[in-house]
């Protein structure tokens, strides 16, 4: 399964998959789906702030929505205190929990 051929895989490369494809305007459920398992499970670990940026937009541009996969972005910006996160950064964060209706807040 295409899972499987992605454990390891470092962030910036699950983004560029998932990034790739968006802009492309191509949504390939199982790729989208694997992409955010193997995210998960490494727990968003090592992911720069514009990492985290681009792997939201990117699902939400395909219309491949994961809302665990957005609030463990929200949940990792926190635990990062939105260290290093540009304005534009996190506008793009903001469109893509107004678009898919997320509310993060615990």
Request: hydrophobic share 45%.
């Amino acid at each position: 399964t295409v899972s499987r051929g992605l454990h390891g895989f470092k962030p910036q490369e699950l983004v560029n998959i998932v990034w790739a494809f968006a802009t492309a305007g191509v949504n390939d459920d199982k790729l989208f789906a694997a992409v955010a398992d193997e995210a998960l499970t490494q727990q968003l670990h090592g992911f720069k702030p514009q990492e985290l940026t681009n792997m939201v937009w990117s699902f939400e541009k395909a219309g491949a929505r994961n809302k665990e996969l957005y609030i463990a972005v929200a949940d990792e910006a926190v635990k990062q205190k939105l260290f290093g996160f540009k304005p534009q950064e996190l506008s793009n964060i903001i469109w893509v929990f107004a678009r898919a209706g997320v509310h993060a807040c615990k």
